[in-house]
């Protein structure tokens, strides 16, 4: 946990590669059931393309906005601690 923001390893399990198959393209950027996890599938998408970087998936859609006050700007925070470590190696 960093700044108040709980953080944690995304399920990349083999069975949820399935839920972003398609006849059409390389690959869909949604799940193919509504169950499936958004996140999850979102993060298989992601690591389809990134495999050979470190990468990470920030799920902000349920903190991102505030109402009409605007962005919330929710995992800021924890991305600039993020990189000034990596900076400070």
Known sequence: MSHGI???????W???AAEIT???ADLRN???IARAGGSITA???LKAFAEKYTWA????????WQGSKGATGRPVP???QYLLAKQAK
């Open 30 to 32: 949604t799940g193919s």
């Open 22 to 24: 398609s006849p059409f």
């Open 43 to 45: 993060a298989m998408f």
């Open 57 to 64: 998936h920030l799920d902000i859609a349920g903190t991102a």
């Open 14 to 16: 083999d069975d949820y």
């Open 6 to 12: 709980a953080a944690g390893l995304m399920p990349l």
């Open 78 to 80: 924890m991305l600039t």
